[in-house]
């Protein structure tokens, strides 16, 4: 007998919900029901309801939704500083969350979500849809396999595009409301792939620098990164970039393998190259799956609740996701004291630990281009 439908709460009625979470619970309507929506917005609180259906129930405090409703899941999409309080809260009311990226601002605070899963019982996972992609999937299971020889080297890039407007989002590009620049916020889901598919790092190398925006925090960064097979790689995240692309390369022994696109990915933007010295027929078994599940939220939103129905942690979680925000600290690390940054450093009592920025909130002065 198929499991019950899950009662859903959301948190956050703005784009990211809309866009992102609505339409992967419309798409796994048969496994969930939307019973609630939090935001501080009483009008967009509203027009979120005429949107998903009046049988929703709208509330304007976290609190009070968790203790009438008792949903059994939560979808975070608020700005990442109230990331942290809403997880914790939904976790100690029984709950299990996806929460946006970033799941929190600091290892600190991660650890603060550790806490409140031990004590509840439930799982906090984050939203890194590009890991769930059939391509994404795909390529991961050929890596892993050996079957395209030994990571050598990597690139992992996202140049893009973000003007003043933009940050004019009172939390954007603060360390307090984002927890940095494009390093936090845009090249995340890039580089949490590129961990996705090579597996552990071991030490990082970065530089990061204001050129353009009024900003607290960087509008570029750039890492050289060696991980634990050996192989080397660079790391680009810009919102400077015109041309805008979001890519990663791997030159494996046997194969290059590359993703090209922006938002989002289909099994049509990966491409297997095969060293001269590979077998035709051996490369053509490389060639993506049939079925193209495109990388998502409803995509990722499936194997989260094929987690709940087994009672498993979801993928995404615990030392997967801490691993990626441990990236994102050693990244800022090496960048602000200008030296190597090795996996496992930043603990307690480290500056870096409790705050992406360290000791240094106003790390460098603005330079302009």
């Known amino acids: ?85 809403q997880t914790t809260a939904a976790l100690k009311a029984g709950a299990w969350v996806l929460c946006e990226k970033p799941l929190c601002l600091s290892l600190a605070e991660y650890d603060d979500i550790a806490a409140a899963e031990q004590v509840s019982g439930a799982y906090a996972s984050v939203v890194f849809q590009h890991r769930y992609g059939s391509g994404a999937v ?118 290059t393998v590359e993703l090209t696109h922006l938002y989002g990915h289909g099994n049509d933007d990966w491409a297997y190259i095969p060293a001269p010295h590979v077998n035709p027929e051996r490369a053509a078994a490389w060639r993506g799956p049939a079925a193209d599940v495109p990388s998502s939220h409803t995509a990722q939103l499936g194997t989260f609740l094929d987690a709940c129905d087994r009672g498993v942690r979801p993928p995404g979680s615990g030392m997967e996701a801490r691993a990626t925000l441990e990236f994102a600290a050693a990244l800022y690390k090496a960048a602000f004291t200008a030296r190597p940054v090795r996996a496992g450093e930043i603990g307690p009592g480290d500056p870096y630990y409790a705050a992406l920025h360290g000791d240094h909130p106003d790390w460098a002065p603005k330079e302009t281009a």
């Not at 019973?35 to 405090?61: H, I, K």
Request: glycine letters at 10%.
């Open 138 to 255: 795909h390529a991961r299971e050929l890596i892993a396999s050996g079957e395209l020889g030994a990571p050598r080297v990597a690139h992992c890039q996202t140049t893009w595009y973000r003007d003043a407007a933009y940050y004019a989002v009172p939390w954007r590009g603060r360390w307090a409301g984002e927890g940095g620049g494009p390093t936090m916020g845009h090249g995340i889901h890039q580089y949490d792939l590129l961990l996705h598919l090579l597996g552990p790092w071991e030490e990082v190398r970065a530089m990061a620098a204001r050129l353009a925006h009024d900003t607290e925090s960087e509008d570029v960064s750039t890492a050289l990164v060696r991980f634990r097979s050996g192989a080397l790689a660079t790391v680009v995240n810009s919102v400077l970039s015109p041309a805008e692309t979001s890519r990663i390369r791997i030159d494996c022994a046997d194969a």
């Open 1 to 85: 007998m198929p499991p019950a439908r899950r009662r859903v709460a959301v948190i956050g009625t703005g784009a990211i919900v809309t866009g992102g979470h609505l339409p992967a619970l419309a798409a796994h309507a048969d496994r969930v029901e939307l019973v609630a929506a939090v935001d501080v917005d009483r009008g967009r609180l509203d027009a979120f309801r005429e949107l998903a259906g009046e049988q929703v129930a709208g509330y304007t405090s976290t609190g009070a939704m968790l203790d009438a409703v008792r949903p059994d899941l939560v979808l975070v999409g608020t700005p990442p500083a109230l990331h942290r309080e």
